[in-house]
């Protein structure tokens, strides 16, 4: 976010956020323009962009309409295509976490299994990239992502005022909130990931205002990904063990992953226990005020 696109006292904050949706835009047609980036980080990248994009559609939701949702819900769409192409290599990545941390574990896996399994989830991957990275997919994010700068281009938020702003952001603060488990030991898999999806649009959110709380914003936003990144480890478990069931390609270890992922997960459970509890501790109002009373003290300086 550069300094024309950052949101200011004294900036009006609708043109402000039409130029971040813009940027966010831009960002994503960049990514899938660059030729110095292999297929996998391209997925990765631009399931990133769209997170950021969607929750900003989301926040903007009573100010859009149902032109934005439409929007929303064909970048969820596009996104759902590409998770597929993910799925491989965060396995993967999940699997690296579950190895290490139980490396001490009488539960560990013995390294020949470790190469097994992670040979299997390679050729996956390959697989993956090859039937979803297309170049009708590529063709369909293009087109969408033009579209969609055509729409920013047309936005009026000229009335749109900080609180405004405020009321938005707090009410993604209290979805995330409400969506924190009330028994975190026995917690199911769709509730974590429920929290999760809640949590990452809060995350993207706060961004925009990291300029009016200096340092404290951007620290309240290294909690926050700390927090996404715990319940993202835990889902992508969830895969790995999903890959592990029954007829699915790495049934044949079900036995000897279950307790590695399961050891894994109840580390990342207790972790995001403690992050969440502290992050969400305030209730929306307290939370709203603050939003104001920072704005306010930006604006009078």
Not at 27 to 52: N, P, Y
Not at 150 to 171: E, G, I, K
Not at 229 to 244: I, S, V
Not at 261 to 279: G, N
Request: aromatic share 6%.
């Amino acid at each position: 976010m550069d300094d024309q696109t950052a949101l200011n006292p004294g900036q009006p904050v609708g043109s402000v956020l039409r130029g971040i949706a813009a940027d966010a835009l831009r960002e994503a047609q960049s990514i899938l323009d660059d030729s110095g980036r292999d297929a996998t980080t391209k997925v990765h990248d631009i399931r990133r962009a769209l997170k950021r994009w969607r929750a900003l559609l989301r926040m903007l939701r009573p100010h859009l309409g149902e032109a934005g949702e439409a929007l929303r819900f064909q970048a969820r769409d596009l996104a759902r295509r590409l998770t597929v192409a993910r799925d491989a290599q965060s396995s993967i990545d999940a699997l690296e976490d579950a190895v290490e941390a139980c490396r001490d574990q009488p539960i560990a896996l013995a390294p020949r299994s470790v190469k097994a399994i992670k040979a299997k989830l390679e050729a996956l991957k390959q697989e993956n990239e090859r039937n979803i990275w297309t170049e009708e997919i590529q063709k369909n994010l293009s087109d969408y992502l033009t579209a969609a700068a055509w729409q920013v281009s047309h936005w009026n938020f000229d009335t749109l005022t900080f609180s405004d702003l405020a009321d938005m952001l707090t009410t993604t603060y209290r979805r995330a909130r409400r969506a924190m488990p009330d028994n975190w030991d026995k917690a199911a898999g769709e509730t974590l990931h429920d929290l999760r999806r809640r949590v990452v649009e809060h995350r993207y959110q706060m961004e925009l205002i990291e300029p009016v709380w200096p340092r404290l914003g951007r620290t309240w936003i290294d909690e926050v990904q700390r927090l996404r990144n715990r319940l993202g480890k835990y889902q992508d478990l969830e895969m790995l063990a999903a890959k592990a069931e029954p007829r699915q390609p790495l049934a044949r270890w079900r036995a000897k992953l279950a307790p590695v992922i399961a050891h894994r997960q109840s580390e990342h459970v207790k972790a995001s226990r403690r992050l969440a509890t502290r992050l969400f501790a305030e209730s929306p109002g307290a939370f709203r005020r603050r939003l104001e009373a920072l704005w306010d003290a930006q604006s009078g300086d």
